[in-house]
């Protein structure tokens, strides 16, 4: 009987593909940690792993690097990935528009303002904090960016649907700080117009177990608090209204939704610098396996997102070695193609 | 029951529903019809609790609404509308399922389950039942969009009446469909504990289905009651500035003929 079919299914949207996305994941992580002028042999990891509680001091330099630098790196890979991917799911669920990505609200353009300002004018405005000068700088101008954009929106169109204009008040606010980080870029001398440049590309090559955990924090609550509104988004593909007939507080949705987007992307972009396009295409990618249930795409999201900057990364080490392209370059050369190519695909239809 | 009580939502200094007041029993097909303009869709919102009145009250069987949160009135209150387009592709069972989200949390269960199927046999739309929602026609969209939101007052609630709410939900179908919907509704109404209350535009389809019909112009009623006191000649052009024929056919039924 095909009802009872899909209802079997409709019990679980994950049955399937999340096993097999976790296990992919842990492969490629794996692969990326061992990959490097030093292969790391999993007797390494093991024995560093064991050293790490028992005698830290007493580690290798192969356990070193596996400890300090390969682990790290990969954990700040899947943490990253995965917080831009969630976000990704979030924004094109709230703006219901295929074509969103997590930074469309102002957070990443903020962000690299942000850091553009620590760049150029870091040692004139004595601010500092150590290590975490930078990624302040970064979540704050996310943030603020981000907070402009939602002051604008509420006080420009009190009409109910305001969500087309918040898309189009991000749009511009966007634009705003990006002609910011170009003009910090063009005042900029040129060791700190190169650091502009090269945040902007992003790159993970500063991942350190402070940073892993902080992104880890962020991200770890933000999933927890998306999955509690999943449902809420899916009556929201259908409209403001349709949601509101089915008993969804949409105002307080979006509130959330956006809060839990800032804080993820800004987080995670505030240490690896802007990295396009991971935000809109695994939420695509998820689509095509399984549909459009949010339940399903942000726990997808969480492994494909991994998936999908591990490797990225893994290209952007190997491509110029022993020179490091910055990631950002690989997920646009690599992502934009295989969009199209899915787009152009005949399952996919908007 | 649902009763209004001069019921009036302003706008930019406009009343465009202006001390209404009615009551729609239940059991009944209650429609309201008026010409553009006339507060048709502004009252449909405010029976439904996605506008909120100015003034006056609306109550469900005895609960004031406003006493009511949105979630609370989603079990008994559902709202069928013209069309609706999903930005994201999703099987037609999942649309269907979304009708029983105020009813479960988590995992729907058996009872949800249950309410889909007999809601997508009722409706027709079974066999589209594993299909992408997105590569429906127009007029299978409807017909699923009917059974997501019948599914979500699909049974009855303990002592209270359930309330559907139509606005303009046939403005696309082919007038089979028009009628084929308006014969279900019908049949639901079978039940003893629903309310029906919808706007429509085509003054044939309400002289044809209604049990009860408000006239509205201008933000106020201009008449209501059965077909037969609502649609006369005089109301009709008072409200729609056109001259009607009126034929009486066998069966009681009414036909509204403009021949200018």
Avoid at chain 1, 97 to 123: C, D, Q
Avoid at chain 2, 4 to 12: L, Q
Avoid at chain 2, 43 to 55: E, N, P, T
Avoid at chain 2, 213 to 223: C, F
Wanted: hydrophobic content about 50%; glycine content about 8%; aromatic content about 8%.
């Amino acid at each position: 009987m095909r009802l009872l079919g899909s209802q079997d299914r409709s019990f679980s949207p994950y049955a399937g593909i999340v096993p097999v996305l976790a296990i992919a994941l842990l492969v490629i992580a794996v692969f990326s940690i061992r990959l490097g002028a030093v292969t790391v042999q999993f007797a390494d990891m093991a024995s560093a792993l064991i050293k790490r509680f028992e005698a830290p001091n007493s580690l290798n330099i192969t356990e070193r690097i596996f400890m300090e630098i390969r682990l790290p790196r990969a954990l700040a890979c899947i943490l990253v990935g995965a917080s831009l991917a969630i976000g990704g799911v979030l924004m094109q669920a709230l703006f219901r528009n295929p074509i969103v990505e997590p930074g469309l609200v102002g957070t990443s353009s903020g962000a690299a303002f942000g850091a553009s300002l620590y760049f150029v004018l870091g040692s004139v405005l004595k601010f500092h904090a150590g290590e975490w000068t930078l990624p302040i700088a970064a979540c704050l101008g996310g943030a603020a960016a981000t907070a402009l954009v939602f002051l604008i929106s509420e006080t420009a169109s009190p009409n109910r649907e305001s969500t087309t204009s918040l898309l189009l008040i991000g749009i511009a606010i966007n634009a705003l700080f990006l002609s910011g980080v170009g003009f910090l870029s063009y005042i900029a001398r040129d060791p700190q117009a190169r650091s502009i440049t090269f945040w902007s590309l992003g790159t993970l090559s500063g991942a350190n177990w402070r940073s892993v955990a902080l992104v880890a924090a962020a991200i770890g609550i933000g999933t927890l608090i998306a999955l509690r509104h999943a449902r809420s988004l899916n009556a929201l593909m259908m409209g403001e209204d349709e949601a509101l007939y089915l008993g969804v507080d949409v105002a307080r949705l979006k509130l959330t939704i956006i809060a839990v987007n800032v804080v993820i992307v800004a987080v995670a972009t505030s240490f690896t610098g802007v990295i396009s396009f991971v935000g809109l295409i695994v939420p695509h990618l998820l689509r095509l396996m399984r549909g459009s249930d949010n339940r399903f795409l942000l726990v997808g999201a969480l492994f494909l997102g991994a998936i999908v900057l591990t490797a990225a990364d893994i290209v952007a080490r190997v491509a110029l070695r022993p020179a490091e392209l910055p990631i950002g370059i690989v997920t646009s050369a690599v992502g934009a193609p295989v969009f199209i190519a899915l787009l152009r695909g005949r399952e996919y239809r908007f | 029951m649902l009763s209004v009580h001069e019921v009036t939502r302003v706008v930019d200094g406009k009343a465009l529903v202006d001390r209404v007041s009615a009551s729609f029993e239940r059991s009944q097909l209650s429609l309201i019809i008026g010409p553009n303009g006339a507060g048709k869709s502004t009252l449909i919102k405010l029976l439904s609790k996605q506008l909120q009145a100015d003034a006056g009250s609306i109550a469900y069987d005895s609960t004031n609404v406003r006493a009511m949160t949105q979630r609370e009135l989603a079990k008994i209150r559902a709202v069928l509308s013209q069309s609706v387009e999903l930005s994201f592709p999703l099987r037609v069972w999942e649309v269907v399922m979304m009708g029983r989200y105020p009813h479960f949390a988590g995992k729907p269960g058996a009872a949800d389950e249950r309410a889909c199927q007999e809601v997508m046999r009722f409706f027709d739309v079974a066999d589209m039942a594993d299909r992408n929602y997105l590569t429906l026609s127009g007029g299978e969209k409807q017909r699923v969009h009917f059974a997501r939101v019948l599914a979500q007052i699909w049974f009855s609630a303990a002592g209270r009446c359930r309330y559907l709410f139509l606005d303009e939900p046939l403005t696309f179908l082919d007038i089979y469909y028009q009628f084929e919907f308006m014969g279900k509704l019908r049949e639901l109404l079978k039940s003893g504990d629903l309310v029906i209350v919808g706007v429509v535009h085509d003054l044939n389809l309400a002289a044809r289905f209604a049990d009860k019909i408000v006239l509205l112009h201008q933000g106020r009623v201009l008449a209501s009651g059965s077909k037969a006191e609502v649609l006369t000649r005089e109301n009709i052009k008072t409200a729609f500035r056109l001259e009607p024929t009126l034929f009486h056919s066998d069966r009681d039924a009414m036909h509204l003929v403009f021949d200018v």
